[in-house]
C-alpha cells in the first residue's frame, strides 16, 4: 500500500523550459490537491480536484495547469517555469471533502524544483 | 484578511517536558480543526481532528483544545521525548471553502 506517490522526487530546469509533476494515489480517495511549500510561507494550496475529470483553481494558480483523467492520477504542469516557482511541491489526496468532515489529507513526500 | 498564525521561532524544551504549540486564526469560521506533524524532508502527516463544538481532543500524548471564542487551539504534547522534534502545522477549512489552509508551522525541538 503505497499511499501517494509523488514523481519526481528532484528536478532542476531552465527559465521557460516545462514539465509535469506526476501524482499517484492508490487509496480510491476523491480528492486531490497539490500544495507548494516555501520557506516561513507553509502550505499554500495551487489547484484541487474533487473527482475524476474535474479541477478547480486553489489560493495560487497562476503559472501552472493541472488534470485528473484519471481517479488515481493528479498532474501538475509547469508551461513556462520561472525562478519564483523554485519551491517543494506536495501532493495530497482525501477521501472526502471539507463538508464531509473526512478531509483528512495524506501527502506524497514531496517533489523540489528548482528553476534556475 | 484570513490569516492563520502560528509561532514561527522554534520552541526548544527538555525531554519529559510538556511542549504547548499555538494556533491562532483570524476572520474564519472553522467548522474543525486539524494537527499535523511534518519531518525533514518528508510531507505532512495528520495527527489529530477536533471539531467546532469540542472543546478538547486526546490520542495517547497528544492534547489538543478549540476554542472558537479566542480563535485558537492548542496542542500539547505531554512527557516530550527527542523523536517528538519536529514541524507541527495546524490546518483548517473555512465555510464553503473546499480544501484545508495551513499555518505555516513551529518546529519543536525537544532536548535529551
Known amino acids: 500500500n503505497a499511499g501517494v506517490t509523488q514523481t519526481p522526487k528532484f528536478r532542476v530546469l531552465k527559465t521557460g523550459q516545462s514539465m509535469t509533476l506526476l501524482c499517484a494515489q492508490d487509496m480510491n480517495h476523491e480528492y486531490m490537491y497539490w500544495y507548494r511549500q516555501d520557506p516561513g510561507m507553509g502550505l499554500r494550496l495551487i489547484h484541487y480536484?474533487?473527482?475524476?475529470?474535474?479541477?478547480a483553481k486553489g489560493e495560487v494558480p497562476d503559472g501552472y495547469n493541472v488534470s485528473r483523467l484519471k481517479k488515481q492520477n493528479f498532474l501538475l504542469g509547469l508551461e513556462s517555469a520561472a525562478p519564483s516557482q523554485t519551491s517543494v511541491y506536495f501532493c495530497?489526496?482525501?477521501?472526502?471533502?471539507?463538508?464531509?468532515?473526512?478531509?483528512?489529507?495524506?501527502f506524497g513526500a514531496g517533489s523540489r524544483l528548482t528553476v534556475l | 484578511s484570513q490569516k492563520i498564525e502560528q509561532n514561527s521561532e522554534a520552541l526548544n524544551i527538555q525531554e519529559g517536558k510538556t511542549a504547548t504549540l499555538t494556533c491562532n486564526y483570524t476572520?474564519?469560521?472553522?467548522?474543525?480543526l486539524q494537527w499535523y506533524r511534518q519531518d525533514p524532508g518528508r510531507g505532512p502527516v495528520f495527527l489529530l481532528l477536533?471539531?467546532?463544538?469540542?472543546k478538547e481532543k486526546r490520542k495517547e500524548r497528544l492534547k489538543v483544545t478549540f476554542d472558537t471564542t479566542l480563535k485558537q487551539s492548542l496542542f500539547h504534547i505531554t512527557a516530550s521525548q527527542p523523536a517528538d522534534s519536529a514541524t507541527y502545522l495546524c490546518a483548517l477549512v473555512d465555510t464553503g471553502r473546499r480544501a484545508l489552509t495551513f499555518g505555516s508551522g513551529t518546529r519543536l525541538q525537544v532536548q535529551p
Open positions: 477536533i471539531r467546532e463544538n469540542e
Open positions: 476572520n474564519y469560521s472553522p467548522a474543525y
Open positions: 480536484s474533487v473527482g475524476e475529470g474535474t479541477t
Open positions: 495530497a489526496s482525501s477521501w472526502g471533502g471539507p463538508s464531509s468532515g473526512a478531509n483528512v489529507l495524506t
